[in-house]
């Protein structure tokens, strides 16, 4: 059983590389031994964003399908992902633990902008590879400052500036209310906004914000109708983003609603909320949403639901972070195989900041992974997309986003 406060997985690898003499001692290459590789994780298995727990059991699960598929020169994967509860100190604790004491080879797929930032200088002064990270912070591709730290999803800057250039497209006048969440990760969004709307951004939006600790958003919503909002962004994760939905239902309020693209599960979002209260809402995709029917014959789907039924039997189909779970692991996967028989620290951040034109079968057709020494944003890419009130329907084209 996964434990809900302390989450301990010993899992696999995958086949991509045949097995050879192991001939990196332990002693020169931590989290390494003859017949292991250790990654380390934190997850909010617990605390207000539980929600993306599932992200973490669907990761441990997959490395469990490439354990029993072979092995990397001979090693298989142990995952150790701790309970954080979204707390940055908690990261920060657990964090420790996972180098100084299990001594993993790198950090993979921490979830939280606050929690990894909580973090990102100590792991960087210990040059531990801190891969993947499950937050689309801009910060994140500062390869100048913390070269060991790199990202996974789209910026959410670059995401921000999509909406704004489709919000002055559909309404150019519109007076513009953006509920975001009091950190890097809300605030993102604002310098995304202000990077499109310039001179105009003082004039046009009003902000609101929250703490992750607060029980509800219903003030800061009445706050936003009064003022007479035409456009709201709610910059929210899965708990608050609900909450959100169902607010703005609730007092018969009609605006153009974009939500960020880290809440739009279905299973942990809009169920939640009220299906019917998001008709209409605008937000964003990089990965294939499993509740949409166009993906149902889609190869890559019909790999992931066959590693859903198979090694991950109690997760949520309609839940997206199960098969942002299986993108990241993807990913990972491949770094390692690349790595070959030298699993050291260098090498293992050598050759995730050497993808080229990398597929994964649960991406948005168009959509590749590309990095490099000084592009540590591996998916830069997104389409639009609109809720029916059953689903996620895309529209318009694949953009390409630019940022630094």
Known sequence: ????????????????????????????????TATEIRLGNTMPYSGPASAYGTIGKAIAARFK??????????????????DDGYSPPKTFEQTRRLIEEDKVAALFADLGTPTNSAI?????????????????????GDYKHFPWTIGWQPSYVTEAQVYAKYILKQKPDAKIGILYQNDDFGKDYLTGMRDVLKGNYEKQVKTVSFEVTDATIDSQLVSLQADGIDVLMTIATPKFAAQSIRKVAQMNWKPMHVLTGVSVSVGAVMIPAGPENGVGIISSAYLKDPTDQRWDNDAGMKQWRAFMAKYYPDGDLKDGGNVSGFAFTHTMLHVLAQCGNDLSRENIMKQATSLHDLENPVLLPGIKLNTGPTNYHPVRQLQ?????????????????????
């Open 1 to 32: 059983m996964l434990h809900r406060r302390t989450l301990l997985t010993t899992i696999g690898a995958a086949t991509l590389v045949p097995a050879a003499p192991a001939i990196l001692r332990a002693a020169e290459t931590p989290g390494v």
């Open 384 to 404: 639009l997309m609109r809720w029916t009130g059953k689903t996620w329907d895309l529209f318009g084209d694949i953009i390409e986003g630019a940022s630094t």
């Open 120 to 140: 990102q200088r100590y792991v960087n002064q210990k040059k531990v590879p801190h891969l993947f990270l499950a937050t689309g912070a801009d910060k994140w």
């Open 65 to 82: 399908m490439a354990n029993d598929e072979g092995s990397f020169a001979g090693r298989k994967v142990k995952f150790i992902s701790y």
